[in-house]
């Protein structure tokens, strides 16, 4: 598929799909994409992946709220780019993990000192927190587990 097609959703749905080749997105083709809005069904597929709880939670609702969303035709934008920004570390941290659920499930239920003692669950719910997130997997790739 050409890249200049894909939409938001088609990119969204790719970073959960382990078998896919995931295509870097630049920041400026994003912000050009989140014009579009993801829609409801693509977000029924990322809580088919992503645990309910952390959705919930990024999106800063209760998790009995999501079915409701899930039947919308397009989210909101705010909500659109909370999404793609989950699901985009979500996919990085896969890629660091080699798609290993279980240790990335301990790895995100556990205390680390890099965190200040909180969880990497903890802090996946907010943009900082994902950005935080990041340093650390990026510090991961460059052979720094501290």
């Not at 382990?18 to 630049?26: G, L, N, Q, Y």
């Not at 941290?93 to 903890?122: R, V, Y």
Request: hydrophobic share 40%.
């Amino acid at each position: 598929m050409d890249n200049e097609s894909q939409t938001l959703d088609q990119i969204v749905i790719s970073r959960l799909q382990p078998a896919t080749e995931k295509r870097i997105v630049s920041a400026l083709e994003e912000a050009i994409l989140m014009e579009q809005q993801l829609t409801g069904s693509t977000l029924k597929y990322v809580i088919s992946v992503i645990p309910h709880q952390i959705v919930a939670r990024a999106l800063d609702l209760k998790v009995a709220s999501l079915g409701a969303l899930c039947q919308r035709k397009f989210l909101s934008r705010i909500y659109s780019g909370h999404i793609s920004d989950l699901t985009a570390l979500w996919s990085e941290m896969n890629e660091i993990f080699m798609e290993d659920q279980p240790l990335l499930t301990e790895w995100l239920n556990s205390k680390l000192p890099a965190l200040n003692g909180h969880t990497p669950q903890d802090l996946i719910t907010t943009l900082a927190g994902r950005k935080t997130l990041r340093e650390v997997l990026n510090r991961f790739r460059h052979g720094d587990m501290s």
